[in-house]
């Protein structure tokens, strides 16, 4: 079956600009995770999502982050006023329930953001 | 939250035993342990999930002290396929304010002939 994907694979963006980036999870995993993984480092947790509401979003680094997950699926994570920092892969997870306690978590293959 | 450390890489043969320890000293007392393993361009794929003791699946063993400090992945006979990073995750009490899930720096495991 299909698994977790992340559209687009690549965005490539000037500083100041805005970006969105896509996670279509498995079909009925209600649980959705976002992480950011700079170079040679393990991913850091973002974001929360159990069905369509934020559960955690204590991971965000700052107010420009913002996830939403309108209708407990798809989710979409928007950078505002992006900086050369913020360059990194972007991974979504999902798991069927709503803790990682005997829940897999499935990675997608993540998206990976430059900011020129 | 729980910090976790793990050795930065190790290198091992095809057919040995490879054992990775993490060490996450300030684990909650809901916090989990996973497992994960992440090839090049590739999301982690998961590997073990534990809360103490001894938990075996077909791949890797996972190895918790009664108090829980530390954690050890053993992976049994690995092949060069097994080259990777290998991280180590601590929590799972999602919702729970300030609770982030919180992965090591990873592990780099060499596999040579």
């Known amino acids: 079956g299909a698994g977790v994907s992340q559209t687009p694979s690549n965005k490539v963006t000037e500083k100041g600009k805005y970006v969105e980036l896509r996670c279509d999870p498995i079909s009925g995993h209600t649980a959705l995770y976002w992480y950011r993984q700079s170079l040679g480092q393990g991913p850091e947790f973002l974001i929360y999502f159990q069905g369509t509401g934020a559960a955690d979003d204590s991971g965000l680094p700052n107010d420009r982050f913002f996830a939403v997950r309108p209708e407990g699926s798809v989710s979409t994570l928007k950078i505002q006023r992006t900086e050369r920092g913020d360059s990194a892969v972007y991974l979504c997870?999902?798991?069927?329930?709503?803790?990682?306690?005997?829940?897999?978590?499935?990675f997608g293959p993540g998206t990976r953001l430059t900011v020129l | 939250l729980a910090k976790t450390t793990q050795p930065i890489s190790m290198d091992s043969y095809e057919g040995q035993e490879v054992n990775i320890t993490c060490s996450h000293n300030?684990?909650?007392?809901?916090?989990?342990i996973t497992w994960y393993q992440q090839f090049p361009s590739q999301g982690p794929r998961f590997i073990i999930q534990?809360?103490?003791t001894k938990v075996t699946n077909e791949v890797a063993s996972l190895f918790i002290p009664a108090d829980r400090k530390s954690s050890t992945l053993s992976l049994p006979r690995v092949s060069l396929s097994d080259t990777a990073v290998y991280y180590c995750?601590?929590?799972?009490?999602?919702?729970?304010?300030?609770?982030?899930?919180?992965f090591g720096g990873g592990t780099r495991v060499l596999v040579k002939p």
């Open positions: 997870a999902s798991s069927l329930g709503p803790s990682i306690m005997g829940n897999e978590q499935f």
């Open positions: 300030n684990i909650a007392t809901n916090d989990y």
């Open positions: 995750l601590v929590g799972g009490n999602q919702g729970a304010a300030g609770n982030k899930l919180t």
């Open positions: 534990g809360y103490k």
